[in-house]
């Protein structure tokens, strides 16, 4: 059974920044895509950012691109989002979400496995 645990979540203020880690079996990282999804309290769950299992190939949502990074160490089987200028509008629970095959899906319906997500909170 594929497990994904998300960290490093916390409360922080504008402007500051936070990196997430996933971490996953080896078997998984190894062969999945990872996503990482977000989802504010009535709003549905949306895409934030993808990466390709060999790192070659990433996408972003338009609203944190040039400020979230994700990347991902298949060594110490992680994926991390380093997310830097954060704003309010970014406090949500941020999920991370494993996919087989190539394509970077940005529909959480793509996506056959989910971690327990952690919390991030943005004050102003």
């Known amino acids: 059974q594929v497990q994904l645990v998300e960290s490093g979540g916390g409360l922080v203020q504008a402007g500051d920044s936070l990196r997430l880690s996933c971490t996953a079996s080896?078997?998984?990282?190894?062969?999945?895509?990872m996503g990482w999804f977000r989802q504010a309290p009535g709003k549905e769950r949306e895409f934030v950012a993808a990466i390709r299992r060999s790192g070659s190939s990433t996408d972003y949502a338009d609203s944190v691109k040039g400020r979230f990074t994700i990347s991902r160490d298949n060594a110490k089987n992680t994926v991390y989002l380093t997310m830097n200028s954060l704003k309010p509008e970014d406090t949500a629970v941020y999920y991370c979400?494993?996919?087989?095959?190539?394509?970077?899906?940005?529909?959480?319906?793509?996506?056959?496995?989910w971690g327990q997500g952690t919390q991030v909170t943005v004050s102003s």
């Open positions: 080896a078997r998984t990282l190894s062969t999945s895509t």
């Open positions: 979400a494993a996919r087989s095959g190539l394509r970077l899906g940005k529909l959480a319906n793509e996506y056959d496995a």
